[in-house]
C-alpha cells in the first residue's frame, strides 16, 4: 500500500471491476493482472484516470507530489454480428410447419445492449417463399427448438439483451406451401440492429451509452444480418421388379407350364409422405395370370375390385398403397404361368 | 496499537511538511488526448489531437505530464512516475529515454532488459502491452521557473 502511495495510482473502475470488491482488486493490482479481455475491449462506462507522480529533492529534503487525476469515459461501441448456425441446406417437407433456421446474435460491442430482430422469408434467389411462422429465442440455451420451452419473440416486447461478447441463438420458424418440387430452396434472413441506433460506423448517439456516456456505431454498422436455406426434399419412389421361375420338373428353367413369381419392392425414399401410390404390371405376353396368386406385405389379395387394394381385370394386376411415408417398403407378389 | 499509528502518520505529516515550504514546489499536471483522423479538404487524412469527449476501444490517447517549478529554488533528482491505467495498452514514449515497470512498480528497467513470468513458471521477453508502470528520471536539476513536459501514448485496450 505504501509503494501504491508513493507512485499514485491509476484507477480502472468498471461495472465489471466493481464486482470484485476491494480485496479482489488489490490483489489483481499486486499481480499487474489484466482485467477480462473482451474481443470489443474495454467494457462502456470504464473510466480511464491518469495521474502522474514525481519525486524530487529541494532544499535537502525529498518531496513527492501527484498531478491531477485526469478521467476519460469508454463510451459505447455498437456492434452485432449474426451468424447462420446450420451447416447447409436444412431438409423439408411439403406442408411442413415450423421448419427452423437456425441462427447465433452476438453482441460484439463492449456495452450491454438491446437487439431488435426481424425475420424476412421473401429473399431472391431461391425457388419458393415459405410462411413465416414466428421467431423463437433459445432461452434454454441447448441449440435446438424446443416447442413450448424456448420464448417466442416479439419485437420491441422482450428484444433480447445481451452483454459484451455473449451470443444467443434465435430459431426462425417457416411454414412451407404444400405442393413444391423436390429441390425447391428458399432462403430466409434474420437481421439484429441495435435499439440503441445503427447507421454508417462513426454515428454517435450523445448520452445514449452504457454508463452515461456516448454510443458509438462500429464497423457492423450496429447491423447484422445473415440467412439460411430451406431445401424441400419431397418424397420418391423407386420400384424394383424381381422373377423366380419354377418348372414343372423341380428346376428353374423358363419352359411352358412353368411358373414364374415376380416380386415388386416399391421403396419411398426422401422425407415426407407419399399420396396414392398404386402400382400397376401388365401380365406379360404369352403368360397366364395365376388366379387370386396377388399378395401384399405377403397377404393374399383378391383379383376382384372390393374391398382390398388388389385386383385383377383381364391384362394387368394393380394395387393401391394409399399414402405411403417415406423410409418404407411395400412388397407385392404375384404369378403367372409360362404357356 | 491504533494510537501508534497515528503517531507515526503524524510524523510523517510533519516531516514533508517543511521540505514542500522549502522553496521549490514542482507542479505536475496531466492532460489526455486522443488522436482522431479528420479530412483535409483535398481529401487526404489528418492526425488530430483533440480533447478526448469520445473514446472508443483502439483508440489512441496521448497523455501528457506537463511538470514546472514553480518556486524560487532548483528542484533535482526529479523522478515522474505514471502508472499505466488498466484500460490502455501502452504504445511508448516521446522521447524514449524512460524506464519501465511491467511488474505493478516493483522492478524497473528499461524495456528490453525486463522479462515477464508465464504461468507454466518459464519467461518471456517483455513487450510493451506488458507495461505497468513508466518514470522517467531528469538528469538534470529543474531551475525555479523552468518546466516541461513529457509525453506517452497508449491505445484504448
Not at chain 2, 476501444?57 to 497523455?63: A, E, S, T, W, Y
Amino acid at each position: 500500500m505504501l509503494r501504491n502511495h508513493i507512485s499514485g495510482s491509476s484507477q480502472f473502475s468498471g461495472a465489471k471491476t466493481r464486482r470484485y470488491g476491494v480485496q479482489a482488486v488489490l490483489f489483481l493490482a499486486a499481480l499487474s493482472a489484466s482485467p477480462a479481455a473482451y474481443a470489443a475491449g474495454t467494457l462502456a462506462g470504464t473510466d480511464i484516470q491518469n495521474i502522474a507522480t514525481a519525486s524530487y529533492d529541494s532544499g535537502g529534503s525529498t518531496v513527492e507530489i501527484q498531478s491531477n487525476p485526469v478521467v476519460i469515459k469508454v463510451d459505447e461501441l455498437l456492434d452485432v454480428v449474426v451468424v447462420s448456425s446450420d451447416p447447409g441446406d436444412v431438409t423439408t417437407t411439403n406442408g411442413a410447419t415450423d421448419a427452423p433456421l437456425t441462427f447465433r446474435i452476438t453482441n460484439n460491442g463492449n456495452g450491454p445492449e438491446y437487439f431488435t430482430l426481424t425475420p424476412n422469408v421473401v429473399n431472391g434467389g431461391d425457388d419458393f417463399d415459405p410462411a413465416l411462422s414466428q421467431v423463437v429465442l433459445d432461452t434454454n440455451n441447448n441449440g435446438v427448438y424446443d416447442p413450448g420451452v424456448d420464448t417466442v419473440y416479439v419485437a420491441g416486447s422482450n428484444d433480447p439483451l445481451l452483454t459484451p461478447d455473449q451470443s444467443l441463438t434465435v430459431f426462425v420458424l417457416n411454414n412451407i406451401p404444400a405442393s413444391q418440387n423436390n429441390g425447391d430452396r428458399a432462403n430466409v434472413t434474420l437481421a439484429a440492429t441495435a435499439t440503441t441506433g445503427t447507421g454508417a460506423p462513426g454515428t454517435t448517439f450523445a448520452g445514449a451509452g452504457e454508463g452515461g456516456g456516448n454510443a458509438v456505431v462500429g464497423s457492423t454498422s450496429a447491423t447484422g444480418q445473415a440467412g439460411g436455406f430451406l431445401l424441400v426434399e419431397a418424397a420418391s419412389i423407386a420400384l424394383v421388379k424381381s422373377a423366380v421361375v419354377a418348372d414343372p420338373f423341380g428346376g428353374t428353367n423358363p419352359v411352358p407350364g412353368a411358373t414364374v413369381t415376380y416380386t415388386l419392392v416399391a421403396t419411398i425414399s426422401g422425407a415426407g409422405t407419399l399420396a396414392n401410390v398404386a402400382i400397376t404390371d401388365p401380365i406379360p405376353a404369352s403368360t397366364q395370370y395365376v388366379a387370386s396368386s396377388m399378395t401384399l406385405e405377403g397377404s393374399p389379395l383378391t383379383d376382384a375390385s372390393d374391398a382390398d387394394q388388389g385386383n385383377f381385370n383381364g391384362t394387368r394386376i394393380a394395387v393401391a398403397l394409399g399414402n405411403v411415408a417415406a423410409g418404407q417398403t411395400r412388397t407385392v407378389t404375384f404369378k403367372v404361368t409360362i404357356q | 496499537m491504533k494510537k501508534l499509528i497515528f503517531s507515526l502518520v503524524a510524523v510523517a505529516a510533519a516531516s514533508a511538511a517543511p521540505a514542500a515550504w522549502a522553496g521549490a514546489p514542482l507542479e505536475l499536471k496531466s492532460d489526455i488526448f486522443v488522436e482522431k483522423q479528420q479530412k483535409r479538404p483535398d481529401g487526404t487524412l489528418a492526425t488530430k489531437l483533440v480533447t478526448p469527449n469520445l473514446i472508443i476501444p483502439g483508440d489512441r490517447l496521448v497523455f501528457v505530464v506537463h511538470y514546472k517549478n514553480a518556486g524560487t529554488i532548483p528542484a533535482s533528482n526529479i523522478a515522474v512516475t505514471n502508472p499505466i491505467p488498466r484500460a490502455i495498452s501502452f504504445s511508448g514514449t516521446s522521447d524514449g529515454n524512460e524506464i519501465v515497470s511491467v511488474d505493478g512498480g516493483k522492478s524497473w528497467g528499461k524495456i528490453n532488459q525486463l522479462r515477464v513470468s508465464n504461468s507454466d513458471g518459464s519467461s518471456r521477453a517483455a513487450g510493451m502491452a506488458d507495461v505497468t508502470h513508466i518514470r522517467w528520471t531528469l538528469n538534470q536539476t529543474l531551475a525555479a521557473g523552468a518546466a516541461g513536459k513529457l509525453i506517452f501514448r497508449g491505445v484504448v485496450k
